[in-house]
């Protein structure tokens, strides 16, 4: 068989564990697993995986990227390179761009113009809101899930009342995608935020872990009630993780989402981090990360995704009122799990469940997964790298991020896109292929 790229000697993550194991790749495709060396056909290329640990390309499923409208903060090329960058091969985008994706003739324009731009493969969610209930089904070919916001964050669209959020349900019965639901109570947030001083220590009071409690309780409920597939994203506090996990055993069509800035930090972190850190919902307490740690490595919590929010660093820079929440990471969760797996906090394999097959289930993708005849979306670690990433690293428009300056134990080294280098460690980001549009089905 005439190989275009074969990858020897590295220990390749198939079907949950990691087999000691060569990849032979043709016309983009995995063509060979096996543990015979392989050669690459005159003019391909070999590489040598000795040492590393060979992934899928990971999946992102929680991304916000501003294109179309506001790409002076981050466009799709700029977005998808900083997810080459971090071994990411799938992104899911959410609206905070403009226009919102309120309807099917946004979802095609907005497709239209980011395609082009796309470094790594893409899906796009639909908006929910009161306004566009009617609309939400004829975008249901275009987007991959759709969400909505229980209480206001950075975008202008929420669903508040929970006779809404209901019609919301029933309006997305049956489409086969997956419903998003960014969780925390607006009428708790209302009450908590009055009369907090202008300082980030305020954040996390103002978005107290019961309106997360609560939320995650109410969202989950309808969900019970209406059957459609329901993904709670960004999980910051034990107790929701708790309620997801109890929801799943019950046998409830949902899955629980983490951010590796929850797995690492706490609100100490973010006093002393300062306005760059602050973030809905808000980083919690010691206690809500060793839970979520124990989440995800059990599987209660079923995948990690970035909730990549690029902010400039002129914007992050104001007082703490009027700094916008979000933290850039797109780049970082690979890394950052790596680390994890590192300290023994996590196995390397559940790096593999939480970045790859995990959130391919949630969301029915058909990607995180190497087999014989899958797409050759390939991410190379290696585990013993010890990487510092600085500002310079960075290929989002942000230029800073909570993760430069930290010692991370685990490097991407590089990131294959359909048999085809995006991006090296050595070299950097590759003018080489697009990444094409993926379908979701649940
Ligand atoms: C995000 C953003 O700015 O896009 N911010 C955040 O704090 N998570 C998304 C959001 O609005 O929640
Ligand atoms: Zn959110």
Redesign the pocket.
């Given at each position: 068989m005439e190989f275009d790229l074969v990858i020897n000697g590295g220990r390749v993550y198939l079907d949950g564990k990691f087999s000691a194991c060569n990849i032979g790749v043709a016309e983009g495709r995995v063509a060979a697993l096996t543990p015979e060396p392989l050669r690459a056909r005159m003019g391909g290329t070999s590489l040598d995986a000795v040492g590393r640990l060979v992934y899928p390309g990971t999946i992102d499923t929680h991304v916000?990227f501003r294109d179309p409208g506001r790409t002076d903060k981050e466009d799709f090329g700029t977005g998808t390179a900083a997810a080459a960058a971090g071994g990411v091969t799938t992104v899911l985008d959410?609206q905070?761009n403009i226009p919102l994706t309120t309807d099917v003739d946004v979802a095609r324009a907005k497709l239209d113009e980011i395609a082009p731009k796309a470094r790594v493969d893409f899906g796009i969610y639909g908006s929910v809101g009161v306004q566009n209930l009617d609309r939400l089904a004829g975008m249901a070919d275009h987007v991959v899930a759709y969400k909505a916001?229980m209480t206001k964050?950075?975008?202008p669209l929420t669903v508040t009342d929970l006779g809404d959020l209901s019609k919301a349900f029933i309006a997305l019965r049956g489409l086969g995608r997956v419903f998003t639901i960014?969780a925390e109570s607006d009428a708790i947030v209302q009450v908590a935020k009055e009369g907090l001083p202008d300082h980030i220590a305020s954040h996390v009071k103002s978005r107290p872990r019961v309106a997360e409690w609560v939320a995650v309780a109410e969202a989950l409920e309808l969900c019970r009630e209406y059957r459609v597939p329901l993904n709670i994203p960004?999980i910051s506090t034990g107790r929701a993780a708790m309620l997801v996990g109890r929801a799943k055993e019950e046998g409830l069509p949902v899955s629980g989402a983490t951010c590796a800035h929850y797995l690492h930090f706490t609100d100490d972190d973010v006093v002393a981090g300062g306005a760059e850190w602050?973030?809905?919902p808000p980083i919690k307490f010691a206690e809500d990360r060793e839970i979520l740690l124990q989440a995800v490595k059990s599987g209660v919590v079923d995948h990690v995704h970035s909730?990549h929010?690029p902010?400039t660093r002129e914007e992050k820079s104001k007082n703490f009122n009027a700094v916008?929440?979000?933290?850039p990471g797109v780049q970082h969760q690979l890394p950052a799990l790596l680390d994890l797996a590192a300290s023994g906090r996590i196995g390397y394999e559940d790096v593999g469940r939480l970045l790859c097959d995990g959130p391919a289930r949630a969301f029915g993708l058909r990607a995180g997964r190497l087999y014989a005849g899958s797409p050759a979306d390939i991410v190379i670690v290696d585990p013993a790298a010890e990487t510092v990433s600085s500002p310079s690293d960075l290929l989002s428009k942000t230029g800073h991020s909570i993760w430069c300056g930290r010692r991370v134990r685990g490097a991407v080294e590089r990131t294959i896109l359909k048999g085809v280098t995006v991006w090296s460690r050595s070299d950097g980001l590759r003018e080489s292929v697009r990444g094409t549009r993926v379908a979701a089905q649940v």
């Open positions: 916000h959410i905070n916001f964050s950075v975008g960014h960004h602050k973030v809905n909730d929010a902010h916008p929440s979000g933290i």
